[in-house]
């Protein structure tokens, strides 16, 4: 039986039991892979694990007691979820606002992990976006690595492994996190309630990535209806948020969308790869513009013109 439930990360799996099986878990592991592959899941897991008072010994923790469910909505006592929340309450600033962990809350989270815990048995912490600490949040946080509070587990979660500084890795066991099988995706996708053919044309898009997949399923018909019709290019780009940030991610989903989808044109045999060739390239000029600050809804409606022609059918 598995100590996880989560599934599409076989092998990160495999050594994350291999280590428990020998009692010898380490005291840091860094779970790197890409946005929404299921990386925070297994760490929330793993911590779930360690808490959660129903666990048969060689079976998953239960997932439903108090303590499982607390760990998954981040508030457990002896699980601290370290991330833009986190952070935010401590500052008593918006999340939104948290673009980097700062020493201050590297600082909090030690003192709080070195407190015994309430429960008596371990104490983790999740340090979501680990990529994003300062250089003074990561030597805090190293010399806490080099002397851990004893019964204490720390797991940095990251997207950007090669942002993390060397002297940090080296403090960490490293578990790669593979890209989730397109199965894997729609299976979200479904427990979600989306639709199976649905499920599946997203899953194909998404490279792995539930998260995007999921985001992409809450926007009705996306990313087809951004092209359909000679009117729906300017609703595109006018459907977008007022709220600058929020228009440009959410364009930035709908250029990744249009590229995957142009990109797989070829390889179903809808079209050949000259005809997507063009427009492709246009996306990755327009990407740029967006990053350059070009404005969200322009840049939108001129993606969905400049592949409309391409994803006809
Ligand atoms: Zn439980």
């Not at 407190?115 to 976006?129: H, N, P």
């Not at 989903?253 to 045999?269: N, V």
């Amino acid at each position: 039986m598995s100590l996880f439930r989560l599934s599409g990360q076989a092998r990160a799996v495999k050594a994350l039991e291999g280590l428990i099986g020998a009692g010898r878990l380490p005291s840091a592991i860094l779970l790197s892979g890409i946005e929404g592959c299921g990386k925070a899941r297994l760490a929330h897991e793993l911590a779930q694990l360690l808490v959660c008072p129903r666990r048969p010994p060689d079976g998953p923790a239960c997932g439903d007691c108090r303590d499982c469910q607390a760990v998954a909505k981040r508030v457990h006592p002896d699980v601290k979820a370290v991330d833009a929340a986190y952070q935010a309450a401590l500052r008593e600033e918006e999340a939104a606002k948290q673009r980097s962990l700062r020493v201050d809350t590297i600082r909090h989270l030690r003192r709080d992990m070195e407190l015994k815990s309430l429960l008596g048995g371990w104490k983790v912490a999740v340090i979501e976006d680990a990529h994003t600490l300062e250089i003074e949040a990561a030597n805090a946080l190293l010399k806490i690595l080099e002397e851990p509070p004893p019964k204490t587990l720390w797991l940095l979660v990251t997207s950007q492994r090669d942002r993390i500084p060397k002297t940090v890795l080296s403090r960490c066991f490293q578990l790669r996190c593979s890209p989730l099988p397109d199965e894997a995706v729609a299976a979200i996708l479904a427990a979600q309630g989306v639709d199976a053919g649905r499920a599946r044309e997203l899953a194909a898009l998404c490279e792995g990535s539930a998260s995007r997949a999921l985001e992409l399923s809450r926007r009705e018909g996306w990313p087809a209806a951004l092209t359909q019709g000679p009117l729906g290019p300017i609703a595109a780009g006018d459907s977008l948020p007022k709220e600058l940030y929020l228009a440009r991610a959410e364009a930035e989903l709908a250029l990744f969308a249009l590229g995957q989808r142009l990109r797989l044109r070829p390889l179903s045999g809808e079209a050949d790869f000259e005809a997507v060739d063009r427009p492709l390239r246009e996306l990755a000029e327009l990407r740029r513009a967006l990053r350059a600050n070009a404005d969200p809804r322009a840049v939108l409606t001129l993606a969905a013109l400049e592949t409309q022609g391409a994803l006809a059918k």
